[in-house]
């Protein structure tokens, strides 16, 4: 048995998305490897993998992040 507990990362007020559940947290809930954020408002975090999305797009097209000429 375990001397002390671990806990996750994070207080409340801070918002969450898991990645493991697809939910919405408030603080720490889940372990910091299955969530992203904190971000500032429940619905922010709730939209956490379309802000991914729109990112990955912008930076695949970003020069800066580029090894060489694009072919398109």
Do not use: I, S
Request: charged fraction near 35%.
């Amino acid at each position: 048995m375990a001397l002390f507990k671990k806990r996750a990362a994070g207080k409340p007020g801070e918002w969450y998305y898991c990645l493991k559940h697809g939910t919405v947290e408030e603080g720490p809930e889940c372990r910091a490897a299955d969530r992203m954020g904190p971000y500032a408002t429940r619905e922010k975090a709730a939209h956490a993998m379309e802000t991914a999305r729109e990112r990955n797009e912008e930076w695949r097209h970003d020069p800066r992040w580029q090894n060489g000429p694009r072919a398109d």
